[in-house]
């Protein structure tokens, strides 16, 4: 540091010390009960993967059909198995496995998220182990939609988009809610410093990951002819590697300190009736 800089930076230590000039402030936002939203952009060998096993699952008359678990009023909603997508191999692995890296990010970013500046040092080092539960396709068509809906039996769930048509203007252009997905958060509708509601048009490769209970819907869309909107959909769960292991241990333990089994009594009984 030169002269003239050194002066420099005495004139706005000395404003800084008056009150007068430039303060620095420590802060660090602490926002452990937000609901985080992710949105990741699916590289093209994704895309062209997740179209290719959902191109099989549908051309499979086979198939089994989800939507009874579901609740979208759409009528072709199959599952995906697990095993087709730990088999297909991309730049970076399996599918399977590129898509549960991304969620174990994505619980990374939000067991931070909770953390404040006193406990995050002993979150940041808590190894996690993920689980992918079902996922199935949504093979959405003109006038089909999701209501308002929580996923359950899980920790967070996802949607991808693969295949999007040219949709029909909206009846209200300045209401362009056709075919958009609408995530309701906690935030007060009144506030201006939080909001409640995100609406989003989805495009080609958007993968939304979010909380099981974030509630969220989809509006129906119109277009000029037969053509489908296609995602996919899977729920997952977490635990941390500590929790699951001592579970385990647990489980043992109960398993070595079970009673014998009953033993079945036979259907005779003798009785010794000798004095």
């Given at each position: 540091m030169n002269?003239?800089?050194?002066?420099?930076?005495?004139?706005?230590?000395?404003?800084?010390?008056?009150?007068?000039?430039?303060?620095?402030?420590?802060?660090?936002?602490?926002?452990?009960?937000?609901?985080?939203?992710?949105?990741?952009?699916?590289?093209?060998?994704?895309?062209?993967a997740m179209l290719d096993i959902?191109?099989?699952v549908l051309q499979d008359p086979d198939r089994k059909n989800w939507g009874d678990n579901l609740a979208g009023?759409?009528?072709?909603?199959?599952?995906?198995?697990?095993?087709?997508?730990?088999?297909?191999?991309v730049a970076e692995g399996t599918v399977?496995?590129?898509?549960?890296?991304?969620?174990?990010?994505?619980?990374?970013?939000?067991?931070?998220?909770?953390?404040?500046?006193?406990?995050?040092?002993?979150?940041?080092?808590v190894q996690w182990l993920t689980q992918m539960k079902s996922a199935w396709i949504i093979s959405q068509w003109e006038g089909e939609y999701n209501p308002i809906h929580v996923h359950t039996e899980c920790a967070m769930?996802?949607?991808?988009?693969?295949?999007?048509?040219?949709?029909?203007?909206?009846?209200k252009p300045k209401r362009d809610d056709d075919g958009c997905?609408?995530?309701?958060?906690?935030?007060?509708?009144?506030?201006?410093?939080?909001?409640?509601?995100?609406?989003?048009?989805?495009?080609?490769?958007?993968?939304?990951?979010?909380?099981?209970?974030?509630?969220?819907?989809?509006?129906?869309?119109?277009?000029?002819?037969?053509?489908?909107?296609r995602s996919v959909s899977f729920n997952a769960d977490f635990i941390s590697k500590a929790e699951y292991e001592k579970q385990q241990e647990m489980a043992k333990e109960q398993q070595q300190q079970a009673p014998p089994p009953i033993q079945q009594a036979p259907e005779k009984l003798t009785f010794n009736t000798e004095a």
């Open positions: 002269r003239q800089q050194r002066r420099q930076q005495a004139r706005l230590e000395r404003k800084a010390v008056k009150g007068g000039g430039v303060t620095h402030l420590e802060v660090t936002p602490l926002q452990p009960w937000a609901d985080v939203l992710w949105r990741v952009m699916l590289p093209q060998f994704m895309i062209n959902t191109d099989k009023q759409i009528q072709d909603e199959p599952l995906i198995p697990h095993q087709m997508m730990m088999d297909y191999k399977f496995h590129w898509l549960m890296n991304v969620i174990g990010e994505y619980v990374k970013s939000c067991s931070m998220q909770q953390a404040t500046i006193y406990d995050a040092d002993k979150i940041k080092d769930s996802t949607v991808m988009y693969l295949k999007i048509p040219e949709f029909l203007p909206s009846t997905i609408m995530f309701i958060g906690a935030g007060h509708a009144g506030s201006r410093l939080t909001r409640n509601l995100l609406k989003v048009k989805p495009t080609v490769g958007e993968f939304f990951i979010f909380p099981a209970h974030l509630q969220h819907c989809v509006y129906p869309f119109k277009t000029d002819g037969d053509f489908e909107r």
